[in-house]
């Protein structure tokens, strides 16, 4: 299993060069990507911006969104930005895409969250569209365009993956809560007649010091959630042991890639990662 990192795109205290700091370490470090989430009415970085600024500082390292609020984003200029930072990285990108639980991101962009789902659906074939006839923007550096992710748990979330993408991202939870995501996205990819296997792909959160301050920033990011906020952040991941069994049984469940996605601005993060992980 490949091990991410996540960029600290939506952590407070952040200084202006910290992402291409934060994603040359990472890539010296060894991680096998670089993760963004996705958040309008908050106090954070805008995705693909951040992914771009991360890529020209950066020249192996996997750019991934993690996933990016795909309805939030006009579909013909979402094409031309994705393969915009492929172009520009070397075919680096993958894209990940969701609809997001956050009606007031929804609010603040002027957009109706009723039908997000079937927003996403035409997104998702209408970008491949896009990126294969060639008129809007340049064309992608990865043929046929970026490689896209979606994710969700539903069973029509699993269904627009098995259709229209090419794998599968979980947005957290213990070892066995992605095993059985990961079972039920192979059955619909299956069902869809699709051949292989879809990529797997998950995240989780860690911090490694100031657990308060990174807890703290668990709670506030996900305060829209009410009480499940305390549940967010009882499991981050907090100490090298956790750390390591949560990496053992994510790749015991067939993880293929996992993201660990940081509470704290703080760059020596990701050498306490790297030395608990090896």
């Known amino acids: 299993m490949r091990i991410g990192i996540g960029l600290p795109t939506t ?16 890539e010296a470090a060894g991680f096998t990507s670089l993760g963004v989430i996705d958040r309008v009415t908050y106090d954070a970085l805008e995705p693909l911006v951040s992914l771009a600024a991360a890529g020209a500082v950066t020249e192996r390292v996997r750019l991934v969104s993690m996933v990016l609020v795909g309805p939030l984003h006009n579909t013909v200029l979402l094409a031309r930005q994705a393969a915009t930072v492929d172009v520009i990285t070397g075919g680096r990108l993958t894209l990940g895409l969701g609809v997001g639980a956050r009606h007031d991101d929804y ?24 990126w294969e006839d060639g008129r809007v923007g340049p064309h992608p550096a990865q043929k046929g365009g970026p490689d896209l992710l979606v994710g969700g748990a539903s069973g029509p979330a699993l269904l627009r993956m098995a259709r229209l993408a090419d794998g599968y991202v979980h947005g957290g939870g213990p070892p066995r809560s992605f095993a059985s ?7 619909a990819w299956e069902e869809s007649g699709r051949p292989g296997q879809p990529q797997l792909w998950a995240q989780a959160y860690f911090c490694l010091n100031d657990l308060d301050r990174g807890n703290n920033y668990l709670r506030d990011y996900y305060a829209f959630t009410g009480a499940f906020a305390e549940r967010v952040a009882a499991a981050n991941l907090t100490t090298p042991l956790a750390i390591r069994e949560f990496v053992a049984g994510y790749e015991e469940a067939g993880c293929e890639e996992l993201v660990l996605l940081p509470c704290l601005s703080d760059p020596n993060e990701i050498e306490r990662l790297q030395e608990t992980i090896g």
């Open 11 to 26: 952590t407070p205290g952040r200084p202006p060069d910290l992402v291409q700091t934060w994603a040359k370490k990472a």
């Open 107 to 130: 609010h603040a962009a002027r957009i109706d969250p009723g039908n997000r789902g079937e927003a996403l659906t035409d997104q998702l074939a209408r970008l491949r569209d896009h």
């Open 181 to 187: 995501a990961a079972t039920r996205a192979r059955v």
